[in-house]
């Protein structure tokens, strides 16, 4: 059910030089030769974040997240002849830190890490220091100049036509621990912001929860952002039980920044990273926050886990469970309209994960799309998609906003792709469903003490999911009898059931846990889908895999104030034992697949009528196809080489894969838009760690990705000169 907000809560220049700037603990800035970026265009009062001029101005082109671009200097014709224009190492292999008399000391990551731990033993989680590896970002470009950050949360504008590092921001995160999980150490982007007269903004969130703002010519701190001249502001301050001095039981930060902040008017809003692997049931909650783009100045928090019994969604946690309750935060990306002055939430669970008894009840807003008012931070309408999950079906990814046509009826459209592999379609302004959502009936036997499972959840009625959902026996693999045998003998132990089957522990005599899909990582995943705004075509990749959630009780020695959480003592992980850190599925001998293809594909949707254009497989799945039972079958492609995030052209579709290649390594693939047909391929040196972008400067088109490495690198892509 959409719900509304009341009226009653309605109301409630060039230059050459080298600066080290110090900040003790905090920051150091290198800055170095910078061209003036070019102004951008007024769409009214308010500057647009978008793919004009041949620019990409935003983390997904626009911040109405459609990851579009109208260039078309690279097309089928001449895709496969790129060549590489630059590459650029990540400036983390390299780092520094502040010495007691103030001075800085720069040697490679592994000396300063080894030196921080020297001063302080227990900085770092066990088996997770400071790492260059999580690179995942989708980079921006503005007036010839690409800005982008690491996974150590240093800033960095390269020139857009050589690779060439131009200035080089760094908080020095590393300096105060490990960041929180899931994925430690990764950073995501950016944000750009400009008033069109030449003040122009970098913002980007750390792993250690502050929000930067540094001029985007010179590499500086924003002398009006936040105290001091920092340029940072601290985002923890406020939000309940983030404390900067605290550490969760494995030794890591309670709160982070990973993912790009969204500009949307004069507002710089971000959400969360919040650890969900839990063993207690007091956590953080993952308010969603909005600063002042020119003063740093806080503007409002929206409470996605409420503050008080007379907030809205109060009544939804059972026995006051929002009093101790967190998580439920937007970990991924946002999307906004400057028109119509809203930012739009897609959060996540509530903790635990997957154990909700200490939680009873729908949980608001866990799981939901909240349009929320720029200038105010009111709520607007929301949806709740998941009520009291216990399937980690988080919303990955920002929603596609577009205008489409249904019926003769034009709508200003929100485009919500999901774990579940669910396309939820709403009108943007009101919330009202495009087509009918459906409360269902959902099974809710559980073997979970406390637990109490909603006895529905909302299923759309259009378009049809993009891909698997529920396991039954029909969905084996079958590709010979003897395999099909091999994966009825693999599945004996387990629960399967429909979507939203819940979670079970194991139990001498009875089930090994639940057989679940999609999985926890999702049908869709962050790197989300991206929309043709000329066609209304959505093309969303997905991921068809089934796991079991693996429960334990935990130590109440270490603090546990739950009675079951997901994966196992985090002293079984650091000895090899036990399961992975929280799922493993019904697994087959040999390596086989364990359910019928394709493992991945893209699909395409019309969302003027919602319906599904075209499906293809991701890949041939050749690490499938070529094993010693499969090999002599003559199988069709079967998918399963990645399922990474899209980025259209004014011709063309383009992702990456993990195989394929002239070697059989990773490549970046072009698609037909209209059928889905391979266009065109080129070698990657190594395996995407992003989503891809384009970009034209002087005349000529580039597509930009980050890949991994030692450190990771972007590279850039253009046609021979």
């Known amino acids: 059910m959409v719900v509304a907000a009341t009226a009653s809560e309605q109301r409630s220049l060039p230059m050459l030089r080298v600066l080290t700037r110090l900040t003790p603990g905090l920051v150091v800035v290198i800055l170095v030769w910078a061209p003036a970026v070019m102004i951008a265009q007024q ?24 990851k579009y671009s109208p260039l078309d200097q690279i097309d089928a014709g001449n895709f496969a002849d790129l060549q590489i224009a630059w590459r650029w190492r990540s400036v983390d292999g390299m780092v520094s830190r502040t010495m007691p008399d103030g001075s800085e000391w720069w040697a490679p990551l592994d000396a300063i890490v080894e030196s921080l731990v020297a001063d302080t033993p227990n900085l770092y989680r066990a088996g997770h220091p400071p790492s260059a590896g999580g690179m995942a970002v989708t980079p921006l470009m503005v007036g010839g100049v690409v800005y982008v950050n690491t996974a150590l949360s240093q800033g960095v504008a390269i020139d857009a036509t050589t690779g060439e590092t131009l200035w080089v921001f760094n908080p020095k995160s590393y300096e105060e621990g490990t960041t929180p999980m899931s994925g430690t150490f990764k950073q995501r982007g950016v944000a750009y912001w400009t008033d069109g007269e030449g003040d122009e903004r970098i913002f980007w969130g750390t792993g250690n929860g502050y929000l930067v703002c540094v001029d985007a010519r010179t590499g500086q701190p924003c002398a009006d952002f936040g105290p001091d ?29 990973h993912s790009p902040p969204i500009v949307v008017r004069d507002k710089v809003i971000h959400g969360s990273q919040v650890a969900d692997r839990r063993i207690t049931k007091e956590a953080v909650p993952g308010w969603v926050r909005a600063w002042d783009v020119r003063t740093g100045e806080h503007t409002w928090d929206f409470h996605t886990v409420p503050n008080n019994p007379d907030e809205f969604g109060a009544d939804t946690w059972l026995n006051d469970s929002w009093r101790y309750s967190g998580n439920a935060n937007v970990w991924s990306f946002l999307s906004g309209d400057n028109e119509l002055g809203h930012v739009y939430l897609p959060t996540g669970t509530a903790t635990n994960d997957y154990y909700g008894a200490d939680r009873p009840g729908d949980n608001l807003f866990s799981e939901s799309i909240i349009a929320v008012d720029v200038e105010t931070g009111q709520r607007v309408w929301h949806f709740q998609a998941v009520h009291h999950g216990l399937w980690d079906y988080d919303f990955p990814t920002s929603p596609n906003l577009i205008d489409i046509n249904v019926d003769g009826r034009e709508i200003k459209a929100l485009v919500q792709v999901s774990k579940q592999g669910f396309v939820y379609t709403f009108d943007r302004v009101t919330g009202e469903p495009v087509w009918p959502i459906e409360e269902r009936a959902v099974p809710t036997e559980t073997n979970m003490p406390g637990e109490v499972v909603s006895p529905t959840q909302p299923f759309p009625t259009w378009p049809a999911p993009f891909e698997y959902q529920g396991v039954t026996i029909d969905d084996l693999v079958d590709f010979t009898p003897e395999i099909r045998a091999m994966a009825l003998e693999a599945v004996q132990p387990f629960r399967l059931g429909p979507l939203f089957t819940p979670p079970s522990r194991s139990l001498e005599g009875g089930w090994k846990g639940t057989l679940m899909r999609p999985s926890d990582t999702g049908a869709a995943t962050w790197g989300g889908a991206a929309v043709d705004p000329e066609t209304g075509m959505l093309y969303v990749p997905s991921h068809n895999h089934a796991v079991v959630i693996t429960l334990y009780e935990p130590d109440s020695a270490l603090g546990a104030t739950v009675a079951y959480t997901h994966g196992a003592p985090e002293a079984d992980h650091l000895a090899g034992r036990g399961m992975r850190p929280s799922r493993r599925g019904a697994l087959m001998p040999q390596g086989l697949p364990l359910l019928k293809p394709p493992y991945s594909r893209m699909t395409a949707i019309d969302m003027n009528t919602g319906e599904h254009e075209w499906m293809v497989p991701l890949g041939d799945g050749d690490r499938y196809r070529n094993h010693p039972l499969l090999r002599d079958l003559n199988l069709p492609s079967l998918g399963g080489d990645g399922w990474g995030g899209p980025v259209l052209t004014k011709t063309l579709l383009i992702s990456t894969l993990s195989a394929g290649g002239s070697d059989g390594g990773p490549r970046l693939v072009a698609r037909s838009k209209e059928t889905g047909e391979e266009l065109g391929s080129v070698d990657l040196p190594t395996g995407s760690l992003g989503t891809p972008m384009t970009y034209m400067v002087d005349g000529r088109q580039y597509l930009a990705l980050a890949i991994g490495g030692r450190p990771p690198e972007l590279i850039a892509f253009a046609l021979p000169e």
């Open 43 to 66: 769409n009214g009062r308010w500057q647009t974040y978008g793919t004009e001029n041949g620019e990409w101005r935003s983390y997904s082109g626009n911040i109405a997240s459609q």
């Open 229 to 257: 001249g920092s340029g940072m502001v601290d985002a923890m301050v406020g939000v309940p039980r983030a404390i900067r001095e605290d550490r969760d039981y494995l030794n890591a930060l309670l709160y982070g920044i």
